[in-house]
């Protein structure tokens, strides 16, 4: 079943809290798919991949890339999956459907109440569809489980 965890970011910005998370992603031998909602936020995205320092590589691509299917983590603004990942980030209210993803990382701006009220109502979509879910907060040493 399609574990969906939901990240309420409070203390960094996505572009610190992204890198870590599919850096994690890559060690443990997964692929990813990053959906985000719009061109603007994707372009950000693949510089802020390119620039980060830690981890200190994080390859990845985008449709514009030449073998798309080679490209361990795939940033897109539609529903392709050309690697077959199994991991899914969706990325400021993306709502590409969870087929196929084994987990998917739901991370949301909580300093941004129309995205904590947006991502309040995947919350419940996903529990009317009886997904398994799980609530994840940053706090100052990392992320916290709650619930």
């Known amino acids: 079943m399609?574990?969906?965890?939901?990240y309420?970011?409070?203390r960094t910005g996505l572009d610190a809290?992204?890198?870590?998370?599919?850096?994690r992603t890559l060690q443990a031998g997964?692929?990813?798919?990053?959906?985000c909602a719009d061109e603007r936020l994707l372009a950000k995205l693949d510089?802020?991949?390119?620039?980060?320092?830690?981890p200190d590589w994080l390859p990845h691509g985008t449709a514009h890339s030449s073998h798309?299917?080679?490209q361990p983590i795939y940033l897109?603004?539609?529903?392709e999956n050309p690697a077959g990942a199994h991991f899914l980030f969706r990325i400021d209210g993306s709502e590409t459907a969870p087929d196929g993803f084994t987990r998917i990382f739901d991370l949301f701006?909580?300093?941004?109440?129309?995205?904590?009220?947006?991502?309040?109502?995947?919350?419940?979509?996903?529990k009317a569809a009886g997904l398994s879910l799980t609530y994840w907060k940053q706090d100052v040493n990392g992320w916290v489980k709650a619930g």
């Open 17 to 23: 809290a992204l890198p870590m998370l599919l850096g």
């Open 68 to 70: 798309p299917e080679w």
């Open 109 to 126: 701006d909580g300093n941004n109440e129309e995205n904590v009220q947006s991502a309040r109502q995947r919350w419940r979509n996903a």
């Open 47 to 54: 510089d802020a991949l390119w620039q980060c320092q830690k």
């Open 76 to 79: 897109t603004t539609g529903h």
């Open 30 to 35: 997964e692929k990813a798919v990053v959906s």
């Open 2 to 6: 399609t574990e969906i965890g939901f």
């Open 8 to 10: 309420h970011l409070t």
